[in-house]
């Protein structure tokens, strides 16, 4: 039986210690990074004791990986949620990226999170994208039976469409302020890309 190096507690109060000493880790990985944060500075800005900290979590890789698997789950979960109500794929990847841009301009200590599992451990970093790639592949198949995708590289193209959304979502995380109308402006432009290519065709083609 496979066990994780972190424990979800059973009481209301153990989930409310659970939860600060989570939203403490965030912001120090996120502002002084993971090999610069210890154990010490995470019990000291939750103001927990060291053996509360132990209850819940092996050591601080643990919380960071807890961290980067709830970013996981949150990002898929808001986009599922944002855009169930799609009847086609130009409509899906249309609102799944204004979800993703939007979660990541409200959280935008995911994206220091998130990537810094490049450095920390290539595998988890690796492991989290991938997961989200074979979904893409899943989606995009169905996609396809349906005669709404071509028959091309899924897996390439699964790759291609979360690197937009990743420096898409890097765009709008880089201003100050975002309306939903710039939302949906950027997120028409792609889409009017994805729709038509980025190269004329020569005259008499």
């Known amino acids: 039986m496979t066990t994780t ?64 698997n709830d970013y996981k789950k949150k990002i898929r979960d808001t986009i599922h949620q944002d855009t169930k109500h799609c009847l086609n794929r130009r409509d899906l990847e249309r609102e799944g990226l204004k979800s993703f841009i939007r979660f990541a301009y409200q959280d935008n200590l995911a994206y220091n999170i998130i990537w810094e599992s490049l450095f920390i451990d290539k595998s988890i ?51 100050v302020h975002v309306t939903e109308e710039e939302l949906d402006r950027v997120a028409d432009s792609v889409l009017d890309i994805l729709e038509h290519g980025m190269f004329k065709r020569p005259i008499g083609s």
């Not at 899924?154 to 937009?164: A, P, V």
Request: aromatic share 16%.
């Open 125 to 175: 970093f690796q492991d989290y994208y991938e997961n989200f790639a074979q979904r893409y592949v899943e989606g995009l198949k169905k996609s396809h039976a349906q005669g709404e995708v071509r028959d091309v590289d899924f897996e390439t193209l699964s790759w291609m469409l979360m690197g937009i959304a990743n420096f898409v979502g890097l765009q709008v995380l880089f201003r």
């Open 5 to 68: 190096p972190w424990r979800i507690p059973k009481t209301k109060h153990g989930h409310k210690t659970f939860d600060h000493i989570i939203a403490c880790g965030k912001k120090l990985f996120s502002s002084k990074g993971f090999q610069a944060t210890s154990v010490n500075d995470i019990i000291a800005e939750s103001g927990v004791a060291a053996g509360t900290f132990y209850i819940y979590f092996n050591d601080k890789l643990a919380l960071y990986t807890y961290i980067l």
